[in-house]
């Protein structure tokens, strides 16, 4: 079983910024990629930005140059950087991770997701 906690969602003005944070937890083997998804009201899920294990990113083109992911293996925890935040930013961010459970095979796991705000 594996338990993700997202925290650092908020209200923000254009041109702000926030980090996220996600932590892993439980009988997690190993984690493999990493990353966040975002979802506005009537839209779909969108990839926002991922890292592997070996620390290589991929960002989607509307986020490029302003967000930054990284990770600590030892805490288990993915952060986003989002900075220069536009209107079209406001979502709910999902981190989501790649998990090798003891005894299970590879699975995808959602966090509970983390509103983020931003006024003009």
């Known amino acids: 079983q594996v338990q993700l906690v997202e925290s650092g969602g908020g209200l923000v003005q254009a041109g702000g910024s926030l980090r996220l944070s996600c932590a892993a937890s439980?009988?997690?083997?190993?984690?493999?990629?990493m990353g966040w998804y975002r979802q506005a009201p009537g839209k779909q899920r969108e990839l926002v930005a991922t890292?592997?294990?070996?620390?290589?990113?991929n960002y989607a083109d509307s986020v490029k140059g302003r967000f930054t992911v990284s990770r600590d293996n030892a805490k288990n925890t993915v952060y986003l950087q989002l900075n220069s935040l536009k209107p079209e930013d406001a979502a709910v961010y999902y981190c989501n991770v790649e998990a090798l459970i003891l005894g299970s095979t590879w699975r995808g796991y959602w966090g509970q997701g983390t509103q983020v705000t931003v006024s003009s």
């Open positions: 890292i592997t294990s070996g620390g290589s990113t």
């Open positions: 439980g009988s997690i083997f190993r984690l493999n990629r």
